[in-house]
């Protein structure tokens, strides 16, 4: 008798232990690739960084530094610098403000034919980047359709030549960002707002609220979370843009819309690759990223 | 003016913004479908509608790349990812949700943080590592980092929180094991997750672009976009032949857009539950 009161304790003891320990297994292929994956070549990125030479012979660089410092002298890693941040600057508010309009519409209790508009506003998204920028490249180039389709209604007098101008590449690549990406924002936003108790709205119009203020002091506030990380996501996004750069503009003219991340691509793989340098700069990335996301975070708690 | 008129015409604007904003949204896929039937000059006057010249143009794709090689490498990489990325997720996020303890959500907590690792800030040593390890043109290459992503975690990790906890314990009395439960209780159950995973991982992978030109560099193992891509570096370009080629490379993301609609919307959406 004795014997087998104390004999259960121990049995659920190691059927406990048993599956913390299946926990732990089941966890274990996730864990080891994402730190196999992503932090050991953070690391490892961080000790090239500090060393110069060719990818076959790299030794680490007298002063230690010595990468870091060139990038303050290097004119195309500083344009590559302010060309992301005009996007991300420019970019992320406006399609994130035409996301949050575009939800808000379709949340619209007596509109008609929502799914439609759902869906053609969504389908960007199913188009892979390298398509879309080429799709785009093709429109806007100098004989191509938008200028052909202005020029003939009168719109503009001669074709611009937006892919070989400054800022005309920049724009393209900002509407042709916009263009993808709003759908997808939008959809978090509508997702979030199916949430909201639809009898607010209408307490709020009762007491003589009009669309704006509804957007302003009820949504928005209730949606703060979610604004935040598609905020985030987007700033996430922006400064690691490389597939349009590539294939959109090429970085062109002359170094004018090119990314960060494609003129890391450049340092470590075209003409003479210099790991150690791009190992570098993609560090602020990695820098610039944790910094703008800590700052959002900080702005979204406090309001 | 009166308040029914002003209605009226409230709702007309929404309506004409909402219509003009679709129309946005559809056209340049529209255009580059029906410019996959057109020729250059067609294409670049801004032709609307499709005339004659398809068969032409995969014709003279055909001839110019390995589209053949190419849709094959895309289609075996993304069979692979998929399975694999939703067998590794699927039991982790089971694992972080059904066993959680204090020390299991620090480990989650941790993983989450490779999020922010943006892919560029490790390309270098990535590239060291996958040379080092004769992957350079091999799938397991390109499929390796695409495997555990934090995402798919957390998505399964989230839709785990509603797996009733009752069909575990009764199915403990029963007898079963803990894959057992896995395989027979949670899987079936959680089919709207598996297809909701399935979708976004068939679009990121299926567009993939950056890795795959770090890594597969032989022309065997070429994917579709990087194909596409390579459409436009000629003298001379054939417009024809790219819309051919971005049709081929899009149909099938734009094909499971609109069966996995939904399921795509609960991927993106259900994952910051």
């Not at chain 2, 001379?236 to 032949?241: F, L």
């Amino acid at each position: 008798m004795t014997n087998n009161a104390n004999a259960r304790p121990r049995r659920q003891l190691t059927l406990q232990k048993k599956q913390n320990l299946t926990g732990w297994i089941f966890l274990l292929p996730a864990t080891i690739l994402i730190i196999w994956m992503s932090f050991y070549p953070m690391v490892r990125a961080f000790i090239v960084s500090l060393q110069r030479g060719k990818p076959t012979a790299l030794q680490f660089s007298e002063p230690l530094w010595r990468n870091y410092e060139r990038m303050l002298q290097d004119k195309v890693f500083v344009q590559s610098l302010v060309n992301t941040f005009t996007y991300l600057i420019i970019q992320v508010p406006i399609m994130l403000v035409l996301a949050l309009i575009f939800a808000s519409l379709l949340n619209m209790k007596d509109l008609k034919f929502k799914g439609v508009f759902r869906t053609c506003i969504f389908l960007p998204c199913a188009t892979a980047l390298v398509s879309y920028s080429i799709i785009f490249r093709t429109m806007f180039s100098y004989d191509g359709m938008v200028n052909a389709v202005l020029v003939s209604m009168h719109i503009l007098k001669e074709p611009i030549n937006w892919l070989n101008d400054p800022i005309g590449a920049k724009a393209v690549i900002i509407i042709a960002l916009i263009w993808r990406w709003t759908g997808y924002n939008m959809v978090f936003y509508l997702s979030s707002m199916q949430s909201i108790d639809y009898s607010i709205y209408e307490a709020a119009r009762i007491d003589g609220a009009g669309a704006w203020t509804q957007l302003t002091k009820i949504t928005m506030p209730l949606l703060k979370p979610i604004i935040l990380v598609t905020a985030i996501m987007s700033t996430n996004g922006t400064l690691q843009l490389y597939d349009e750069s590539v294939n959109l503009t090429n970085g062109g003219p002359a170094n004018m819309s090119i990314t960060m991340s494609h003129y890391i691509y450049n340092t470590t793989f075209v003409t003479s690759p210099n790991f150690g340098y791009a190992a570098a700069m993609s560090f602020v990335i990695l820098l610039f990223v944790a910094v703008l996301s800590g700052i959002q975070m900080k702005v979204g708690d406090k309001r | 003016m009166s308040g029914a008129f002003r209605k009226n015409m409230k709702w007309a604007l929404i309506y004409l913004f909402l219509i003009i904003a679709s129309l946005i949204s559809v056209f340049p896929l529209y255009w580059a479908f029906v410019s996959a039937f057109n020729n250059t000059q067609q294409i670049l006057g801004g032709s609307m509608i499709p005339h004659g010249d398809l068969l032409t143009n995969i014709h003279n794709l055909m001839d110019q790349a390995a589209v053949l090689t190419a849709f094959k490498n895309s289609t075996v990489n993304t069979l692979l990812v998929l399975v694999l990325s939703l067998t590794v997720c699927s039991i982790a996020g089971y694992g972080f949700e059904i066993y959680h303890d204090k020390w299991k959500d620090r480990v989650m907590g941790i993983l989450m943080l490779s999020m922010m690792v943006p892919f560029v800030a490790i390309l270098v040593p990535m590239f060291q590592m996958f040379s080092g390890m004769g992957l350079m043109n091999k799938a397991m290459g390109f499929v390796l980092p695409s495997i555990s992503t934090p995402f798919l975690i957390m998505l399964f990790r989230s839709n785990a929180r509603a797996f009733p906890k009752e069909i575990i314990e009764a199915a403990r009395i029963d007898g079963l094991n803990e894959v057992q439960i896995f395989v027979r209780m949670f899987i079936p159950t959680m089919r709207p997750t598996y297809a909701a995973a399935a979708t976004i991982t068939f679009m990121n992978t299926w567009n993939a672009y950056l890795w795959p030109r770090v890594i597969m560099k032989s022309n065997e193992a070429i994917t579709m976009p990087m194909l596409v891509s390579n459409l436009m570096g000629g003298y001379v370009i054939d417009y024809g032949v790219v819309m051919a080629g971005v049709t081929i490379c899009t149909l099938p993301t734009v094909i499971i857009f609109f069966f996995l609609q939904k399921s795509f919307t609960e991927a993106i959406a259900g994952s910051v539950k």
